[in-house]
């Protein structure tokens, strides 16, 4: 394997576990943990939406500093530090405004991480025979193996399971960080040339940032409640893991050949192609979720929903913009598509999903966003995405 005897490789690859480790955590399973405190579909909802804000402001923010002060290291440790600090306070609030408080400091936070482990990941690896995927994958794993484990805890123990493991989690992840070996770099003179936005305006980002909103948008039912919609069919909490798992099992084996993938087809034909197999993921889930074979179905897409439409983006932002801009272009993509684009479809969701009644309509406008994203793509040039421009 490429990471052996590499120990700043191996060091991202930990930070990567424990990073979507937590999402494996949290993602599936804070719907369970708010139910848990009595919320109902609607609160979820709308919790989800008001801490999925905080992706907006916070990574561009913390990107512009990590570009500004070349210090992306410190960034990121601060981010996952404060992270820690004010994600404890859960056990103190309980009401949902205390709550909505706890969740939203630590997305602010949270997003201090991000952006910076991705652009440091690519530049570590461009020194390497590494892959970028052959990094992230490890992502995955963690996620998979907190996912089954917190599954299989929910049915052991309370619904406060996941909070718990999460404390522990964000607290290696911090020590993590302090153990990453890539030298600050200088700030840019680019930095005086303009903004972000001098980019992020132009035809080939912008449709980017519109399809990958509404990709975000289309997983507000996932997200939200994936986990409640499989208890309310009859599932364990351990089998509901297991399933989710199996999505992202399926990411490991996109990321050992996302590479390839993007040089062989492109940006643009990889974006459209998974967006529209999204699509047809949801619907599937709206209209025939009784199906066991359907649920596996629907989980070894989201190699595609997610896996590969992530390494697919990281890839884009990193060939299409100047290196000094690259953190900032990662905040306006984390920013917009999961800030904007999640809040939007999680509050969404939460509004139709009615304790599960609605599970249908939820699901087909689901599949209704995903498919607008893909059509967006039209919007622009097949070539003007896949090839970086003249800065």
């Known amino acids: 394997m490429t ?3 590499n120990s700043s490789l191996i060091v991202l690859a930990i930070t990567y576990w424990l990073y979507f480790g937590q999402l494996g955590v949290l993602v599936p399973y804070l719907g369970i943990f708010l139910d848990g405190r009595g919320f109902s579909s609607a609160d979820i909802g709308e919790l989800f939406a008001v801490i999925t804000l905080a992706r907006i402001l916070g990574p561009g923010l913390w990107a512009g500093v990590a570009d500004k002060t070349g210090n992306a290291i410190g960034i990121m440790r601060l981010g996952c530090l404060l992270t820690v600090v004010t994600f404890s306070s859960v056990f103190y609030f309980s009401s949902f405004w205390g709550l909505t408080l706890s969740f939203g400091l630590m997305m602010m936070f949270w997003t201090a991480v991000l952006p910076q482990l991705e652009v440091i990941t690519m530049n570590t690896v461009a020194k390497t025979s590494a892959t970028y995927g052959q990094i992230r994958l490890w992502g995955s794993v963690g ?15 309370s619904t406060e399971s996941p909070v718990y493991v999460s404390v522990g989690v964000l607290a290696m992840l911090f020590v993590s960080t302090l153990f990453i070996n890539a030298p600050a770099e200088n700030a840019s003179q680019e930095n005086a040339v303009g903004s972000i936005w001098k980019f992020a305006k132009q035809r080939p980002f912008a449709v980017f940032i519109f399809a990958s909103a509404c990709l975000q948008i289309s997983f507000g039912a996932f997200y939200g409640f994936f986990a409640l919609y499989m208890r309310d069919l009859g599932y364990s909490g351990q089998q509901t893991g297991v399933f989710i798992a199996l999505g992202v099992l399926a990411e490991v084996g996109i990321f050992l050949i996302a590479r390839q993938l993007i040089d062989k087809f492109g940006v643009w034909n990889l974006l459209f192609a998974s967006l529209l197999l999204t ?8 209209a025939f979720a009784d199906y066991f074979v359907v649920i596996i179905i629907s989980q070894l897409i989201h190699a595609l929903s997610f896996g590969l439409t992530h390494a697919v983006s990281v890839h884009f932002i990193h060939q299409y913009l100047p290196k000094a801009y690259q953190s900032r272009g990662q905040a ?9 684009g999640g809040a939007f479809g999680n509050y969404m969701a939460g509004q139709q999903w009615s304790q599960g009644t609605n599970a249908y309509i939820t699901f087909v406008t689901a599949a209704v966003f995903a498919a607008a994203g893909a059509l967006s793509l039209l919007l622009c040039s097949k070539r003007s995405m896949n090839s970086a421009p003249q800065h």
């Not at 699509?279 to 709206?286: E, N, P, T």
């Open 3 to 5: 990471l052996r005897g």
């Open 332 to 340: 306006v993509y984390i920013s917009i598509a999961f800030g904007l």
């Open 279 to 286: 699509s047809m993921r949801w619907y599937l889930m709206a």
């Open 143 to 157: 996620f998979i193996c907190l996912t089954v484990m917190v599954g299989k805890a929910l049915d052991l123990f």
